[in-house]
């Protein structure tokens, strides 16, 4: 299962905001510059009330929980798991299959920013992680252009049969925290769009019961 986390709340803390004293504080504190910071919301709250989308953005909390769920599943150690986070500003980072990603938040954090001045992690060698410039229609793309969806509005599966569908399947989840897919295509063109439970969850959430779903499918659980 080919895990595509989509315009994700993960970016650097954006130019208009450089000057804000709550990012200045954080930026000292950090001994870093304003625009080597991560946008986060707990920490940069107060600058954020102008930002466009605010509602949508600095929330890498949603990546790091859901590189910790994926990365660490069965599913990802058997071999059969990769995560890519396409990112609301269109980066995207490819993750290989053996990375540890750090599981305390500072730390993932940290290494986020690393990733964002380097393009790599680690700097030198063959690197575990990789960011790149592209669009989510290019990743598809790229991942063979069929992919499916998670969605609160979709198709209603048991945990078996969305299993058996996203076994071997490019998955597509949101990576935001409210609102629906800005590239509404995503959902249209989706080989099939499935929804898990009655509500809408947190990403975190849905990521885990896809990755057991698939676990299952594979006779791993
Ligand atoms: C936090 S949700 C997006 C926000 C959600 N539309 C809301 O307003 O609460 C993040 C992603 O998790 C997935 N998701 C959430 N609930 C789901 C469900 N019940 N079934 C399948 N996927 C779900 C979707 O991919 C969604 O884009």
Partial sequence: MILVLAESALELVPR????????????????????????????????????????????????????????????????????????????VISIRPETRVPKNY???????????????????????????????????????GRWVALHEAGEKTSLPGLGRSLLGSVVVVGGFPRGDFANRWVLEKAAGVYRIGEEAMDAPQA??????????????V
């Fill in 16 to 91: 208009e905001l450089w000057g804000h004293p709550a990012v200045v504080a954080d930026a000292r504190r950090r001994g870093k510059r304003p625009g080597e910071l991560l946008l986060d919301r707990a920490r940069h709250h107060p600058a954020m009330s102008h930002l466009t989308d605010a509602a949508r953005r600095g929330r890498p909390d949603i990546v790091h929980q859901v590189l910790l769920a994926f990365q660490y599943s069965l599913l990802n150690r058997r071999g059969l798991g990769r995560v890519y986070v396409h990112t609301r500003d269109d980066h």
């Fill in 106 to 144: 500072n730390n993932f954090v940290s290494l986020m920013e690393q990733l964002f001045s380097a393009g790599k992690v680690p700097p030198s060698g063959e690197p575990l992680m990789e960011l790149s410039r592209k669009s989510l229609r290019g990743l598809l793309e790229k991942l063979g």
């Fill in 207 to 220: 990521v885990c019961r896809a990755v057991v779903a698939a676990e299952l499918a594979a006779g791993l």
